[in-house]
């Protein structure tokens, strides 16, 4: 039997690492320097097998420049092989599916063609931030869940009378998921996302939380923005622990800290994004949607 082959930065090392081991399959780093403008310089390290070559990254911060490394590293397998899987864990950019605003890229369009014209077969991703963003895919797009594994490792803290809370309406079907799985009630917040400065408000009513431990779902954080808002809001209800479940963990500029500051007891994460959060591995999920 021909061997699954990966290919893969240092970004996703540790992830490539677990999924190569379910899947028995080979794994050919690609090696990364850098030009002393920016430009990155990708040199892979074997010659590629004809067989199913997986490229794993996740465009999670520098984002563009993951993206490109992505999209190079495609393109050098495609002429080794016609089943190229481009395996992005975490997917940026899914955020603009839609304009916005007047004159707004969509710019989640343009990547989908880029991978597709850089010689992607099927792409697979987890939690994509929104269903939309998938229909801009025209090549296989699969788009895995991390709520099951979330729920599990949760299920394994002692959370009293939890409550699981969607900050925003976006995020309802995904945080409703996650409360069926765990048994608990559900509520949502109403956010509300200033289009221009990126600056949120929670708009919802006032609400009796008190004897509740919460755990707030949401797909990503990135400044922590929206999770120290609802988290504030949440507090002044009288709610007892906060605890955050969410796909990727991004944190950028010491958001972690801010949030821990806000009230929140602990973030648990999956390992799209490598980090102190990454607590959830997903690489069986990722393995299994390959077999
Ligand atoms: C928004 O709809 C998303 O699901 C996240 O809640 C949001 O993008 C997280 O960004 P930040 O942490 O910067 O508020």
Do not use: W
């Not at 390290?45 to 590293?73: A, F």
């Not at 939890?162 to 409703?176: F, M, N, Y």
């Not at 950028?252 to 648990?268: L, S």
């Amino acid at each position: 039997m021909v061997k699954i082959t990966i290919i893969s930065t240092d970004s996703s090392k540790a992830l490539a690492k677990r999924i190569a081991k379910k899947l028995d399959a080979v794994i050919i780093p690609a090696e990364i320097t850098k030009f002393p403008d920016g430009e990155s310089k990708i040199t892979l390290k074997k010659i590629p097998r004809k067989s199913v070559i997986l490229i794993i990254q996740s465009t999670s911060p520098p984002v563009d420049t993951n993206l490109l490394q992505l999209l190079s590293m495609i393109s050098q397998a495609r002429k080794f092989s016609s089943k190229i899987y481009a395996i992005i864990p975490y997917m940026g950019y899914a955020r603009q599916d839609r304009a916005f605003l007047g004159g707004e890229i969509i710019t989640i369009s343009v990547i989908a063609k880029m991978l597709e014209s850089a010689g992607t077969k099927k792409t697979i991703v987890v939690d994509i931030h929104s269903k939309i963003a998938l229909k801009h895919f025209k090549i296989k797009i699969e788009n895995i869940s991390a709520i099951p594994k979330l729920v599990n490792y949760f299920k394994k803290m002692k959370i009293r009378n939890p409550l699981i809370v969607s900050p925003d309406a976006g995020g309802i079907i995904r945080a409703k998921e996650f409360a069926r799985q765990f048994n608990s009630d559900f509520i949502s917040l109403k956010k509300q996302r200033n289009r221009k400065t990126g600056k949120v408000k929670i708009q919802s009513s006032k609400m009796n939380l008190k004897n509740h431990d919460l755990i707030l779902v949401d797909d990503m954080i990135s400044s922590g923005g929206s999770i120290i808002k609802a988290t504030q809001f949440l507090k002044k209800q009288g709610a007892g622990r906060i605890f955050v479940a969410c796909t990727h963990a991004i944190l950028i500029d010491n958001a972690e800290k801010k949030i821990r500051k806000a009230g929140v007891k602990q973030i648990i994460s999956t390992n799209t994004i490598h980090g102190k959060t990454a607590k959830v591995d997903v690489s069986d999920i990722i393995a299994n949607s390959i077999k």
